[in-house]
């Protein structure tokens, strides 16, 4: 079956940049999203389609995908970026998450 | 605004059964699938199946058939969720996901339903 896996684990300083991975055979040839999850709260969308943001999310978020990695990138990343982040494809129409990184803001 | 808005969780024993809710609201019913995401304490997410809200048809991921079905009540923009013969493996976070209109990824999510399932 097929997998995404990303780092468990990511820190960053404030106001730098911060990129979590997500790996899978041939991820670039599919659409991934990304979910920022708070404590003891639900996901929230912040990237899809590889790069597209929604409507509410902050310019800083930014997304790629090539190859087998899709990449979230947090540009001056901030205190209240500090969350669980879980990258999203589907295949064969089964939607796989990733086991989820947790970005650390120290 | 897009909602949704699940029911209030859950202490079940292991046996019993447990119906969670999800009412929508802000946009039409019956034109977005809804998807049925499980979250146990601690861990990540695990898609469970969605719900074809046009024809009431159902989808099962891997590991979600048998004691789980997905149901609807079009009359009041609901989704439905039912576990039964509940263990205590099922104790989780169940969330309910609207699919986006290219209907590959999930926006807005409920806010969650905690089933706990103890002796």
């Known amino acids: 079956s097929y997998e995404l896996t990303q780092p468990p684990s990511v820190s960053v300083s404030p106001g730098q940049t911060a990129s979590i991975t997500c790996s899978g055979d041939k991820l670039g040839e599919k659409y991934a999203c990304w979910y920022q999850q708070k404590p003891g709260q639900s996901p929230v969308l912040v990237i899809h389609?590889?790069?597209k943001r929604p409507s509410g999310i902050p310019e800083r978020f930014s997304g790629s995908n090539s190859g087998n990695t899709a990449t979230l990138t947090i540009s001056g990343t901030q205190a209240m970026d500090e969350a669980d982040y879980y990258c999203q494809a589907w295949d064969s129409s089964t939607a796989i998450f990733g086991g989820g990184t947790k970005l650390t803001v120290l | 605004q897009v909602q949704l808005v699940q029911s209030g969780s859950e202490l079940k024993k292991p046996g019993a059964s447990v119906k969670v809710s999800c009412k929508a609201s802000?946009?039409?019913?019956?034109?977005?699938?809804m998807n049925w995401v499980r979250q146990a304490p601690g861990q990540g997410l695990e898609w469970m199946g969605w719900i074809n809200t046009n024809t009431g048809n159902p989808t099962y991921a891997q590991g979600f058939t048998g004691r789980f079905v997905f149901s609807l009540d079009t009359s009041v923009s609901t989704a439905y969720l039912q576990i039964s013969s509940l263990k205590a493996e099922d104790t989780a976070i169940y969330y309910c996901?609207?699919?986006?209109?290219?209907?590959?990824?999930?926006?807005?999510w409920g806010q969650g339903t905690l089933v706990t399932v103890s002796s």
């Open positions: 996901a609207k699919v986006a209109a290219a209907g590959e990824w999930f926006d807005p």
């Open positions: 389609q590889d790069s």
């Open positions: 802000g946009y039409t019913f019956n034109s977005y699938a």
